[in-house]
């Protein structure tokens, strides 16, 4: 049975989202309110993603990477003959692990007594070296199986110069590209690469895969099944014909402010990017020090199996990520302090947030002070694979320098979570935290998707 004394902390930070390089520069943006939304990048090709799917609505803007998408090649080796057809995201990850391993006082590459395992959030989709992979496997193939049914006078010689021609136009296909093309062979280079060989998986679980790390992870650590735990989660540079895909299952918000919680909200805008997170036991971190603790990892969850249409649909799955990460908790939401929500601007998920919020406060009382509320979708945009991350990176750094941070405020007027003598209110300015005289600062970060998924985790201030 576990309990308390089997908590476990985060030492160990690193994070790089549209504009902000790095979990400090994050943090500095979050303060001053600032958005980071620019216009999408035209297509390489010159051809727009409606010329592919006339019917998409694509947005304006986007919380893009750009050059950020990048590493730093005397902190992770890089192979001389990297280029077109590389899955480029292995390098991302690798870099942000990196960081975070150097923030967490563990140098990469040293030998260590500490076993490490893995858990990375990642969905591999169409990466450039899965399309170049397919390109050499199969599409070629099949292009030349067309022909030869056209043309059945054709000669073998001819169908073989033919697929040469073709297959020269295409980037050369490396022996690394295959293995890096799915997901389960970048996590298992990742763990190879940083000695996390002990336990090492992949959580493709959309908007909530960081969770789903979490909860492995620190189930890990509690078993003792590893000393130190690495969470990653990412989502690499979207391009324009991926956006029009993701756009016939998530609206995409027409403007250029993203507005959730207001009547004129009619959809989202997409971002980018990727956290890493190190998760030690706390009595370990007593025991033989940490350069950083930043806060505590009270509980976690991730539902996958309530569809919408089911009965109380989307409501009903946050609830009971919510509850499972408060189960421990003797007042359950009544101790939390602040609530990183979703926020999307879908309005499907808003609509399930707010129904959540009135129940969980309905019974707050006079004497509790009232719950802040805040998103960092407002400044980043839907990150998609690494949405919970990027929540679980704005909730750390507000429990580690006890500030509630502000989001930006939808300045429209029918903004909904702004109505008085409510039991909550959204944090317009940084404002100090306050601490409670009979409890430690605690804060809730959650996920939604329209498809049925949803996270939680609740975070604990750790003594000083």
Known sequence: ?????DSVV?????GCFGGAPTPRALWKAILRKQSFFTPLPEAPDGHTAEELFPDCVLPEVSAALGERFAVRADRVPLPPDLGVGDNTDFWFAAQLIDDALIDAGIPPGESHSDRMAL???YDAGFNPAAVNWLWHANVIGQIVGTLQRFFPTASYEQMAALRGELTATLPLLKRRQPELARGEGVVRQLAQTFG???TACQCAA?????FACLE???NALRLNQCDVAIVVALQPPLSQTQLAGEAALTPFCPGRELKPFTLSTVGTLPGEGGAAFILRRLAEVQKNGSPNVYAKLHGCAQISGIAPEAEGGLPESLRRALHRALRRLPNAFRDIDYWEMNGSGIPAEDAAEEAILHRMTANRGAHIPLLALGSAKTSFGHTFTAAGALGLLKGILAISHRVLPPSVTPVDESFRLREPEQAYYWVQEARPWIASSTR???LAVSTLSAKGRAGAAVLEEVDR
């Open 1 to 5: 049975m576990l309990t308390l004394s």
């Open 10 to 14: 985060f030492t160990g930070l690193s």
């Open 119 to 121: 858990f990375v959030g």
């Open 196 to 198: 996390a060989c002990d």
């Open 206 to 210: 959309g908007e909530s895969s960081v």
């Open 216 to 218: 492995a992870a620190s």
């Open 440 to 442: 430690p600062r605690r």
